[in-house]
């Protein structure tokens, strides 16, 4: 399955600006951030062949807690970093 994420760190999509306000894209970018550097300071971002992989998995769970109406970044980062196993 193709990723709608682009690999330079951004989440955003110009499908998703229909979906969600800018304040509310703005929010899950910080979550998504916040939650990358956690990644980051647990290893996870070792191999640069995958990182891009990782980023729009990253991207894809976050996305998808804010489609369900999770919009508390704290929440956002906790929850999409539950599914990675060392968190």
């Known amino acids: 399955m193709a990723s709608t994420f682009p690999p330079d760190g ?21 979550a998504f951030d916040a939650a ?7 290893g996870f971002t070792a191999d640069e062949a995958t990182d891009g992989d990782l980023r729009s998995l990253l991207g894809e769970k976050i996305m998808a807690l804010a489609a369900a109406g999770e919009f508390d970044s704290n929440q956002l980062v906790s929850r999409a970093l539950k599914s990675f196993r060392a968190f």
Request: aromatic residues 14%; proline residues 0%; without cysteine.
């Open 10 to 30: 951004s989440i955003y999509d110009a499908s998703y600006s229909e979906a969600f306000d800018s304040d509310k894209l703005d929010l899950v970018q910080q």
């Open 36 to 42: 990358w550097l956690e990644l980051s300071a647990a």
